[in-house]
C-alpha cells in the first residue's frame, strides 16, 4: 500500500522534532503493540492538542502478529474517520535490516530506524547509510542508535547490554551517515524497572549536543520520572526531542482488561467490544497523562511544523 493522498498533518519524524526541539517539549513515540490500540493513542493526541508519534518495533510486528502493511492501514483508517488534526508521525522503531524498513516504507510509514547498535562502529556507519540513502529518497525520515540501550523485556530488542553512548563518536556517527534523529543510551532501559532504577547522564547529553545538532532521542521512557525527563528535555541548545513509551501502554491495557500476560494482534481484535472499549479507554487516558504531565507537548499541535 502506497499512500499517495497522505494527509497534510501526517507529517516525517525530522519536521515534528524541528519544531519540537525549538519549542522546548519532546513528542512522545507511543506504541500501541496492537492495531485496535492506535486508536486511542490519536484519540490522546487530538484531546490534548499535541504532535505524536505512533510506532511499531520489528519484534513487535514479529511477537503480536502484525504487518507492517496492517498496522498502516489502521494507522491511516483511524486518522481519516476520527479525523485527526494534529501533527502525526508513523514510526517503525528498532529494525535490523532493509527488508522490513521497505515494506513499512511501502505501508506509508514516515519514518524508520535501523538499529544496528550491536555492530562496531563502522559497521554500524556502513549500515546507517545505506538505509539513509534509501529512506531520504522516498521522503522519509531515518532514526538510529548508537550505543546500546538496556531492555527488560526483549519486545523491542534482543539485548540487555547496556553501553553509554560516546559523544566523540556521535559527533563521526552523525556526520558520516546523515541521520535525522539518534537514539542515545543514557540509562534508560526498556521495559519494567523491577529493581534498577532509571538514571538520566545529563552530562553525557549535553555533551553530546554540543557536538553535534542532531535529534536526540530517549528510549526507555516508561517509568521515567517526569521531573528526570523535564531535565532531558530542557537542556541548553536542546535536549532529548522524542521519547519512547510502550511499557506503560500496554501495562495500563492488561490492567484493565484484568490480565496478566501479552496477547497476540489477533485475541484482541477478538476481545468482546466491552472489554475492547474498556482497554482502549485505559490506553487513551495513559497516553493523555504522558503528553500532559512528562512531555509537555499538549496545547503545541498548532504551533507549526518546520520545513
Same mark, same amino acid.
Given at each position: 500500500?502506497?499512500?499517495?493522498?497522505?494527509?497534510?498533518?501526517? %507529517?516525517?519524524?525530522?519536521?515534528?522534532?524541528?519544531?519540537?526541539?525549538?519549542?522546548? !517539549?519532546?513528542?512522545?513515540?507511543?506504541?500501541?503493540?496492537?492495531?485496535?490500540?492506535?486508536?486511542?493513542?490519536?484519540?490522546?493526541?487530538?484531546?490534548?492538542?499535541?504532535?505524536? %508519534?505512533?510506532?511499531?518495533?520489528?519484534?513487535?510486528? *514479529?511477537?503480536?502478529?502484525?504487518?507492517?502493511?496492517?498496522?498502516?492501514?489502521?494507522?491511516?483508517?483511524? %486518522? =481519516?474517520?476520527?479525523?485527526?488534526?494534529?501533527?502525526?508521525?508513523?514510526? /517503525?522503531?528498532?529494525?535490523?535490516?532493509?527488508?522490513?524498513?521497505?515494506?513499512?516504507?511501502?505501508?506509508?510509514?514516515?519514518?524508520?530506524?535501523?538499529?544496528?547498535?550491536? @555492530?562496531?562502529?563502522?559497521?554500524?556507519?556502513?549500515?546507517?547509510?545505506?538505509?539513509?540513502? !534509501?529512506?531520504?529518497?522516498?521522503?522519509?525520515?531515518?532514526? &538510529?542508535?548508537?550505543?546500546?540501550?538496556?531492555?527488560?523485556?526483549?519486545?523491542?530488542?534482543?539485548?540487555?547490554?547496556?553501553? !553509554?553512548?560516546?559523544?566523540?563518536? *556521535?559527533?563521526?556517527?552523525?556526520?558520516?551517515?546523515?541521520?535525522?534523529?539518534?537514539?542515545?543510551?543514557?540509562?534508560?532501559?526498556?521495559?519494567? !524497572?523491577?529493581?534498577?532504577?532509571?538514571?538520566?547522564?545529563?552530562?553525557?547529553? &549535553?555533551?553530546? =549536543?554540543?557536538?553535534?545538532?542532531?535529534?536526540?532521542?530517549?528510549? +526507555?521512557?516508561?517509568?521515567?520520572?517526569?521531573?528526570?525527563?523535564?531535565? #532531558?528535555?530542557?537542556?541548553?541548545?536542546?535536549? %532529548?526531542?522524542?521519547?519512547?513509551?510502550?511499557?506503560?501502554?500496554? /501495562?495500563?491495557?492488561?490492567?484493565?482488561?484484568?490480565?496478566?500476560?501479552?496477547?497476540?494482534?489477533?485475541?484482541?481484535? #477478538?476481545?468482546?467490544?466491552?472489554?475492547?472499549? =474498556? +482497554?482502549?479507554? *485505559?490506553?487513551?487516558?495513559?497516553?493523555?497523562?504522558?503528553?500532559? @504531565?512528562? /512531555?509537555?507537548? #499538549?496545547?503545541?499541535?498548532?504551533?507549526?511544523?518546520?520545513?
Amino acid at each position: 500500500m502506497t499512500v499517495r493522498n497522505r494527509p497534510d498533518n501526517v %507529517i516525517t519524524l525530522k519536521k515534528a522534532l524541528e519544531t519540537a526541539e525549538k519549542r522546548g !517539549y519532546a513528542v512522545g513515540s507511543f506504541s500501541p503493540r496492537y492495531t485496535p490500540i492506535v486508536k486511542p493513542v490519536l484519540q490522546a493526541g487530538q484531546e490534548t492538542s499535541s504532535p505524536l %508519534i505512533v510506532q511499531i518495533s520489528e519484534k513487535e510486528l *514479529a511477537r503480536y502478529g502484525i504487518a507492517p502493511q496492517e498496522f498502516g492501514e489502521e494507522f491511516y483508517r483511524q %486518522i =481519516r474517520e476520527l479525523r485527526i488534526t494534529v501533527p502525526a508521525v508513523l514510526h /517503525l522503531d528498532h529494525t535490523k535490516g532493509l527488508a522490513t524498513i521497505a515494506q513499512a516504507i511501502e505501508a506509508g510509514f514516515t519514518s524508520v530506524m535501523i538499529d544496528a547498535s550491536e @555492530h562496531v562502529l563502522d559497521e554500524n556507519i556502513r549500515l546507517t547509510k545505506e538505509v539513509v540513502e !534509501y529512506a531520504r529518497a522516498r521522503g522519509v525520515s531515518v532514526e &538510529a542508535e548508537l550505543g546500546m540501550i538496556g531492555t527488560t523485556d526483549f519486545i523491542e530488542t534482543d539485548e540487555d547490554e547496556e553501553l !553509554y553512548t560516546d559523544p566523540e563518536e *556521535a559527533m563521526r556517527f552523525v556526520r558520516e551517515t546523515g541521520v535525522d534523529a539518534l537514539a542515545v543510551s543514557c540509562g534508560t532501559a526498556h521495559g519494567v !524497572y523491577n529493581v534498577r532504577q532509571p538514571k538520566i547522564d545529563l552530562d553525557r547529553l &549535553a555533551a553530546i =549536543r554540543r557536538l553535534t545538532p542532531v535529534h536526540l532521542v530517549l528510549h +526507555g521512557g516508561s517509568g521515567v520520572p517526569a521531573d528526570m525527563m523535564a531535565s #532531558a528535555i530542557h537542556l541548553p541548545g536542546g535536549g %532529548i526531542s522524542k521519547v519512547n513509551i510502550a511499557t506503560d501502554l500496554e /501495562l495500563a491495557l492488561l490492567a484493565a482488561l484484568g490480565r496478566e500476560q501479552r496477547m497476540t494482534n489477533a485475541e484482541c481484535k #477478538a476481545l468482546p467490544s466491552e472489554q475492547l472499549e =474498556r +482497554g482502549r479507554n *485505559a490506553v487513551r487516558a495513559a497516553v493523555a497523562d504522558k503528553i500532559r @504531565h512528562f /512531555l509537555g507537548s #499538549a496545547g503545541r499541535a498548532n504551533e507549526g511544523t518546520e520545513s
